[in-house]
């Protein structure tokens, strides 16, 4: 499954003409969810296609078997105030909405606890680095940081273990050893 944004810009805007397309989106298998917490409800709707037309016009996409729309719409209950976002997707699922509704939901999950962790432990949100390929580089170094991190057995958050680590020659070795 692999969510369609600008760097995709032909697929997007096929998938946006898709199902802006009234007679094309009635042709959609749908599925919806609603979940409450955090101080918010979500709404969240899947309108699934079948995607062969799309696989001929984008041939480099081996296995694509289906296009997806998710929209999210979010109301804050305490001020009332609404967000409607859509999303589209390719992938080599069968058109299932709630099969996509599901690894969607899964996808984003993983993708913002890694950047919770990755902003708390690494202070990732303030590196300013721009300049040629550093921003890949210390991601890189960063990631490998963080696996090294979270395969040591002891105790301890994420952030104590780097703190300990740049303070600790044995306990850096040790991370390094294993």
Known sequence: MLALKGNQASLHEDAA???ADPVCAATCARSAQTDAGHGRIEERSCRAAEASWLAKRHPGWK?????????????????????????????SLEPDPSAILAAARAHWGIENNLHWTMDVTFDEDRCRTRKDASPLNFAIIRHTGYNILKADQTRGSLRRK????????TFRSNLFAA
């Not at 694509?64 to 997707?89: H, M, N, P, Q, W």
């Not at 780097?162 to 020659?169: F, G, H, K, Q, V």
């Open 17 to 19: 003409v898709f199902f």
């Open 63 to 91: 296995g694509l078997r289906s296009l997806a729309a998710v929209t999210a719409r979010r109301i804050d209950k305490k001020t009332g105030g609404e967000s409607l976002e859509t999303r589209f997707y390719i992938t």
């Open 162 to 169: 780097r703190l300990r680590a740049c303070i600790d020659p």
